[in-house]
């Protein structure tokens, strides 16, 4: 229907580079990069040996997300070589969450055709599109692999997935490996669906009870938004964990 509730799997498409499509959601990516950028460097720039309130509270923050770190690894070295990621899935997971439910997300785009079709937000929620928590999973599924081929050697951690000594330890080996491999799934779809779900939500809100439902909406997807980004970060922290620990322990 002209005018009513759109909604799509399918990503807004901006237009091309090179051959590669330019969505929406991978703009709004690309803003969010900047955003966490911008603020590294002037939080960084600012670092002073006597620290003000603001950096007591960032260095506490990041503190505490170190110890919690060293205490599942039981690990500094370990702890220090990883944190660098997962704050960073955090980060990135979080800002682009709440950014989505920011008013001027598909407000702002282009018209197609010519300038008289329909508009194309220029702006979206980045993890309504699942290549991008798909990626997210693409990276924590390579960290996972590394951090326990480099803590176990080769041979003795593909001896988890791939074991001949009995029948029992070839079909739980078997059973290692789907699980691995099904990681890939369970980390994107769980990201992208509550979000995606979410998005939804706000729209069916905006639909048919504009004056009463969107704001309190709002702060329950911001609260999910943050949610989602601490289970995305834990999670790869944990699967770390499990890699990096033998099989026997």
């Known amino acids: 229907m ?8 399918a990503p807004y498409r901006l237009g091309e580079l090179w051959g590669i499509p330019i969505t929406s959601t991978l ?3 690309w803003f969010v990069v ?9 939080l960084g720039r600012n670092l002073k040996m006597v620290p003000a309130k603001g950096q007591v509270a960032v260095e506490g923050v990041l503190g505490g997300v170190l110890s919690y770190m060293e205490e599942v690894l039981e690990d500094h070295t370990l702890a220090r070589k990883y944190f660098p990621l997962v704050i960073t899935i955090f980060l990135y997971i979080a800002v682009a969450n709440l950014i989505g439910l920011f008013p001027f997300i598909s407000a702002i785009g282009i018209h197609g055709e010519g ?3 329909e508009l194309i937000p220029l702006f979206y929620p980045v993890n309504t599109d699942l290549n991008v928590p798909l990626a997210l999973a693409v990276i924590a599924f390579v960290t996972i692999e590394f951090a326990g081929i480099t803590a176990m050697g080769f041979l003795k951690y593909a001896g988890k997935f791939v074991n001949f000594k009995s029948v029992i330890g070839f079909i739980v ?11 890939l799934l369970t980390f994107s779809f769980r990201l992208f669906g509550n979000i995606f779900a979410g998005k939804v939500l706000i729209l069916l809100a905006l639909a048919f009870l504009p004056y009463l439902l969107p704001v309190p909406l709002l702060f329950y997807e911001a609260f999910v938004g943050v949610i989602q980004a601490i289970i995305f970060a834990l999670l790869t922290l944990f699967f770390i964990k499990i890699a990096v620990t033998p099989m026997e322990h």
């Open 115 to 117: 300038g008289h079709g």
């Open 2 to 9: 002209e005018g009513g509730l759109h909604i799509a799997l």
């Open 34 to 42: 900047i955003i966490l950028l911008a603020g590294a460097f002037f």
């Open 27 to 29: 703009f709004t990516s």
């Open 173 to 183: 080996g078997i059973i290692e490996l789907i699980s691995e491999i099904a990681r």
